[in-house]
């Protein structure tokens, strides 16, 4: 991914982030766990805007592991971090949209979510719980990471229990959490699929070269012969971005519309051409 498109998806996903923080999460006391979740618990119990508490708590945790985590982990952090505090402050400014817990449960674990995959997509980091999670983990190394961001994120839904003196907003905040974690899992997997297509021909020579030619792809020729006519052809092999699929498809039946084209789906692609997402 070029360093162009890697800010502008981090600026994208920060904003959408900050969007559902601002927006539906805090002003509703929703707390999903997290930094943003701590923030929420702040501002209501202390009237510390979410943006300035986030970002605060985030160079906390930075500084105290600056030599744990790295220079590069935590330019990164500060970044995504900083960033997510500006859109949530600025975001905290609009009016209401909805005092219906439930959909603001909804919409603001769907994209919060959202943001928070297209950052990671980017490669940048949100920070939160994930340095907390990080410093933890370096101490008791054996321990998994997803296991201490729950128990993290947990205690900080537990602290809005006692807060907010509330379980029906304990119980929206567990809602908000799984939805967001889910989201998260499905941005990073539909940015991974991919396309591979397999073309009986007998025209490979011709169409592999025109599809090397004219396009970013490598394609793999093969050997092939048809079971029921003994018929000796070409088995071409490719993996394609799903967008790519349609144009590929033409430069074959172009030169052969005989090919026999099939696609079929691929949840993940390392290689020459292809970045993997996580």
Do not use: W
């Amino acid at each position: 991914m070029s360093k162009t498109k890697s800010v502008l998806l981090t600026i994208l996903g920060t904003m959408i982030t900050g969007f559902g923080i601002g927006v539906f999460l805090t002003p509703n006391k929703i707390v999903g766990g997290g930094v943003s979740g701590l923030s929420t618990i702040l501002f209501h119990a202390l009237s510390i805007p979410v943006g300035i508490s986030f970002l605060v708590i985030n160079l906390l945790f930075l500084l105290i592991g600056f030599k744990i985590l790295g220079k590069s982990f935590t330019f990164k952090t500060l970044l995504g971090a900083a960033l997510i505090s500006v859109f949530t402050q600025a975001f905290s400014f609009i009016p209401f949209y909805t005092e219906n817990t439930m959909l603001a449960t909804i919409f603001g674990g769907v994209l919060y979510g959202l943001g928070i995959g297209l950052g990671f997509a980017a490669g940048a980091s949100t920070g939160g719980t994930d340095i907390l999670g990080r410093l933890i983990q370096y101490k008791f190394p054996t321990v998994p990471i997803g296991k201490l961001l729950l128990f993290v994120d947990g205690i900080i839904i537990l602290v809005s229990l006692i807060i907010f003196r509330n379980l029906e907003l304990t119980l929206f905040g567990i809602i908000s959490l799984f939805i967001s974690s889910t989201t998260i899992d499905f941005v990073i997997g539909q940015l991974n699929i991919s396309r591979l297509a397999f073309v009986i021909t007998e025209h490979g020579e011709e169409i592999s070269s025109q599809l090397v030619s004219t396009s970013p792809r490598g394609v793999t020729m093969i050997d092939v012969v048809g079971a029921y006519t003994n018929d000796k052809k070409k088995m071409l092999f490719c993996a394609l971005k799903e967008s790519e699929s349609e144009v590929f498809q033409r430069k074959i039946l172009a030169i052969d519309p005989e090919a026999f084209i099939v696609f079929s789906e691929s949840q993940r692609i390392k290689g020459n051409g292809f970045y993997l997402y996580k």
